[in-house]
């Protein structure tokens, strides 16, 4: 593991933006706009800063990526967590993201009616090839406005887990002061509650 500088200083541009609508939606209109079907089923959109965005297309070590955190996640999660992928979460500030993985207190009956939201999310998970920049930046400063405790970039590009801790800030200025490297050949913590509860090496989801 290699450790890195706060991460306080966040590009001031949005690099979703190329990949936006120039109207901005607040939540509640893009609930409706979901629930008439104006959206397929599975179409690859999620609300971004009010803005919607359309997802990157994902490759064959994306998707082998998360398939292979799924598997190790799903037997290291503890009782009253509940794992989940590509499904949204409902943030503050017009962001309903669906990240790769997202690791969620209560069980499958909980969200029947609602997403989860920032106070139930205990670890979030990205893996990212074509959207790094707007994992890395977009989302990061996204999570760290709603204090998500710990957040991974699982960069298959680098073949590195970025782990994002300590989330502090408001607005542009939010940001993750902590964020460590985590290399082919080193294993991540797994951390929920500020309680480590397994590890997962980097080669074991990189292949």
């Not at 990949?19 to 901005?24: Q, V």
């Not at 207190?105 to 997403?115: I, K, M, Q, V």
């Amino acid at each position: 593991m290699s450790a890195s500088a706060p991460t306080t200083a966040t590009p001031p541009q949005r690099y979703y933006s190329a990949h936006s609508t120039f109207r901005k939606f607040t939540l509640d209109e893009y609930h409706k706009l979901i629930e008439i079907g104006v959206f397929a089923s599975g179409e690859p959109y999620e609300l971004l800063e009010g803005n919607l965005v359309h997802k990157m297309s994902r490759g064959t070590p994306h998707d082998a990526a998360v398939q292979a955190l799924l598997k190790r996640l799903f037997r290291m999660s503890p009782a009253g967590w509940d794992l989940r992928s590509q499904s949204a979460v409902t943030l503050t500030a017009g962001n309903e993201p669906e990240p790769d993985c997202a690791i969620v207190r209560g069980d499958e009956n909980t969200y029947r009616t609602r997403n989860p939201g920032p106070a139930d999310i205990g670890l979030l998970i990205e893996v990212s090839d074509s959207s790094l920049y707007i994992d890395r930046y977009d989302k990061g400063r996204i999570y760290a406005q709603n204090g998500i405790p710990v957040y991974w970039v699982v960069n298959v590009v680098d073949k590195v887990i970025e782990v994002y801790t300590q989330p502090g800030g408001a607005g542009d200025a939010a940001a993750y002061a902590q964020r460590d490297d985590y290399p082919v050949g080193t294993a991540v913590p797994v951390v929920l509650d500020g309680a480590t509860v397994g590890t997962i090496t980097v080669a074991e989801v990189m292949g």
